[in-house]
């Protein structure tokens, strides 16, 4: 998967301060302890000084025996120090460092893996990350509901042999498929159909599933990304943010291009559509389209190799039914 090093370098970082605050903590309460019970500090010298000298002894001195029974030795005075701190109203933890993460130590890794706090920290700037944030918090799987499609058979639509109901729930199995099948896949998905009919519903089904599982998804509407594009073509706006909004357009896990056909168009926009879409297609990079455009209509606005790579290369989902934002 494609992370960009700066969000893994943040949230190195942030592990970084909190291993700091652990051990500023543990200073804090160590100078509480022996301030009340002077026993403890010479107790802890006392294993410090006799590991020192073992360690010398058996590299220094190379005395093969020099660390036998060390273990033992130090636990016995870590017994002493945790009575000392009970006697005197402390817990007899409360001389070890505590982490926000006991599993990892706030090193965010596990036996060189990531471990489910930094997925999670991930998640949550990928979330910010992807344009989606808001949207998600509504629009994901667990929120689907494909009751709200109609099932009468009137409503069938005679190519799909399907009722907007049927069609719905097949979607949603073939959106779970893709998915669970992401990382082998990479494959590239055009919804199609009416407005309001739940085409960017789907899609930020995938999305907040995808980024759950640390995956770099970017969400823009078609306008806005051909803006994003612009900008950095004839260097307007802020350059350094051009350039990182093209890298990330480019070359992030998942790139969905929302509402395609409702920008202004423009011979720039073909171009880049095809730019895009043939680049991430090389690269192995995954991308899906949302359109209300009929394919007649997108040859004509994007040309025809563009439209040759939507067929050759994405699964079509056609969503059927009455726009539902008008249901009261």
């Known amino acids: ?32 302890v022996y301030d009340k019970a002077p026993g403890v500090r010479e107790l802890e010298l006392k294993i410090a000084r006799d590991s020192l000298d073992r360690a010398q002894r058996s590299l220094i001195a190379n005395e093969p025996n020099a660390l036998d029974g060390m273990a033992e030795d130090n636990q016995a005075l870590e017994t002493r120090i945790e009575k000392l701190l009970v006697e005197n109203g402390f817990p007899s933890d409360y001389l070890k460092l505590r982490y926000e993460c006991e599993r990892c130590k706030d090193t965010g890794y596990i036996d060189g893996e990531r471990c489910g706090c930094f997925k999670k920290a991930l998640s949550k700037i990928l979330l910010a990350e992807s344009n989606m944030e808001h949207l998600l918090e509504t629009e994901n799987f667990e929120t689907f509901d494909a009751s709200i499609f109609s099932n009468d058979p009137a409503d069938r639509d005679e190519s799909l042999g399907k009722t907007p109901y049927e069609n719905i729930v097949n979607l949603y199995e073939k959106a779970m498929r893709y998915v669970n099948e992401f990382d082998q896949k990479h494959g590239n998905i055009l919804i199609y159909g009416p407005a309001g009919v739940g085409k960017t519903f789907i899609s930020s089904c995938i999305a907040k599933a995808l980024i759950d599982t640390s995956h770099a998804v970017l969400y823009h509407t078609a306008q806005s990304l051909f803006s994003a594009l612009e900008a950095k073509r004839f260097g307007t706006g802020d350059r350094d943010v051009s350039r990182r909004n093209e890298e990330y357009i480019y070359n992030c896990d998942l790139l969905i291009i929302d509402d395609l056909g409702s920008e202004f168009y423009t011979q720039f926009t073909a171009s880049s559509l095809f730019d895009v879409i043939n680049a991430r ?48």
Do not use: P
Not at 12 to 32: C, I, M, S, T, V
Not at 305 to 327: P, V
């Open 281 to 328: 297609m090389l690269a192995g990079q995954s991308t899906i389209i949302s359109t209300n455009l009929s394919f007649d209509r997108i040859v004509f606005n994007y040309s025809e190799r563009t439209y040759s790579r939507i067929c050759k290369h994405y699964d079509l989902f056609k969503i059927i039914g009455t726009d539902l934002r008008r249901q009261t």
């Open 1 to 32: 998967m494609h992370i960009r090093n700066d969000i893994i370098e943040h949230i190195l970082a942030q592990y970084d301060e909190k291993r700091r605050n652990a051990r500023y903590a543990l200073d804090e309460r160590r100078a509480q």
